[in-house]
């Protein structure tokens, strides 16, 4: 096999139906752009032609997610080494060659000359099937909390057009008891004939808790409204239904929180992440699904770099100094690391006191919660580097004689 032939880049222009791919060689001439379709033999077909290409071949593509899922495990069923150039990169670095046309030939080149010219592309992570069944499950969980958060505020529309003085009584969003009324008793003429000591037997039989108060709010809220207003007995009906998809839904969430948790926990840095103050099954599934292995991070410092919490130099001659907040980085990373270090802050201990000095010095509420969620990243990045849990007291340090 000639030197030029030790080593070629493969670009893959993902799509939904179909993928271009398309080889170099190490001085950029074009040896292989095809369209394939997005099927297991013709996937198969392409990559063993281009694995007679060269000795070494190194893949990039430009999406990770539903598309890239076969030829993504085709690719590491056949131990292939694969980069990931984003959307981003691959737009700005189009701009760098001849042309304004944009094609999936194109585009496939443009991401195989990024991933020949840059070494620093992240690698993709093979995940384990524990990590794909979380990806499945906690973006199954963010749909039903999505349409609860929409029922529920249909709901409160809807009473507040036809019952206001109730929908004014309760959190419908927290208050479980409130809905369990709603599926029995979701207009003023029905909660003042049942009265309130009918209605708290009624509750206390569906184990409600402090059914006592809320029986009574209810009844204070139909006595304060004596009028029927357009469109009232439909709009009840509506009312008992869509609390009790509410509540039907609640129970999905809790079998799937208890699914989560579980497979969570059989992850082998799930006990880990959980030891840690601020994160529970959820969010630590989150953090799994967001960043793959955590071990694969060289320092903690590319942790927090990938979680846009390192702030980035804008110099330029005399100018130094001047740091400003990135662009590039994984906003669902950075979303779980704010979350557990504002979830640590609320409780006595080391998080809030540093959460507290920092407010101390001036910061904001925001600024205070990201300074500590980089100091976090310290702390779990060292947890996971060697392996153990959690613990307020520091570990004994052997040192060397």
Not at 42 to 47: A, E, F, K, R
Not at 214 to 236: E, M, N, R, S
Request: aromatic share 6%; charged share 25%; with cysteine.
């Amino acid at each position: 096999m000639a030197d030029s032939l030790e080593k070629v880049w493969a670009g893959i222009d993902i799509g939904k139906t179909h993928h271009w791919v398309c080889v170099i060689d190490s001085g950029g001439k074009v040896l292989l752009s095809a369209k394939v379709v997005n099927r297991e033999a013709d996937l198969s077909v392409i990559i063993a032609a281009v694995k007679d290409l060269a000795a070494r071949v190194v893949w990039a593509v430009d999406i990770i997610g539903a598309p890239s899922a076969l030829i993504l495990a085709l690719l590491t069923q056949a131990q292939q080494p694969i980069r990931y150039a984003s959307g981003r990169v691959v737009s700005t670095m189009s701009t760098a060659f001849a042309g304004e046309g944009k094609t999936d030939a194109k585009d496939a080149y443009v991401i195989a000359e990024t991933v020949r010219i840059r070494r620093d592309l992240t690698a993709v992570d093979q995940t384990t099937e524990v990590v794909r069944n979380l990806g499945i499950l906690t973006a199954r969980r963010a749909d039903l909390i999505a349409d609860r958060v929409r029922m529920i505020n249909r709901l409160r529309d809807l009473m507040n057009s036809v019952f206001p003085t109730l929908e004014t009584e309760f959190d419908y969003s927290s208050c479980k008891g409130a809905l369990v009324l709603l599926t029995g008793y979701s207009s003023p003429q029905q909660l003042r004939r049942t009265g309130e000591k009918r209605l708290s037997a009624w509750l206390h039989r569906r184990h409600v808790r402090g059914y006592a108060a809320v029986a009574a709010k209810a009844i204070a809220a139909a006595a304060a409204q004596q009028i029927t207003l357009p469109g009232q007995d439909i709009a009840a009906e509506v009312i008992a239904e869509i609390a009790a998809d509410i509540l039907a839904l609640d129970q999905r969430v809790k079998a799937l929180d208890t699914q989560i948790a579980d497979m969570f926990a059989s992850h082998e840095q799930g006990p880990i992440i959980e030891s840690m103050p601020g994160f529970g099954p959820i969010l630590g599934a989150t953090l799994l699904v967001a960043a793959g292995d955590l071990r694969a991070f060289p320092t903690a410092g590319h942790l927090a770099a990938a979680a846009g919490l390192v702030p980035v130099p804008n110099d330029s001659g005399r100018r130094s100094g001047n740091l400003h907040k990135p662009r590039r980085y994984s906003r669902r990373l950075r979303h779980v690391f704010y979350l557990s270090a504002q979830t640590a802050m609320m409780r006595e201990g080391a998080n809030r006191d540093y959460y507290l000095k920092k407010r101390a010095r001036g910061r904001t509420h925001v600024q205070a919660v990201i300074s500590l969620a980089r100091r976090r990243i310290d702390v779990l990045w060292a947890l996971l580097r060697d392996g153990r849990t959690y613990s307020i007291t520091p570990p004994n340090v052997t040192r060397a004689a």
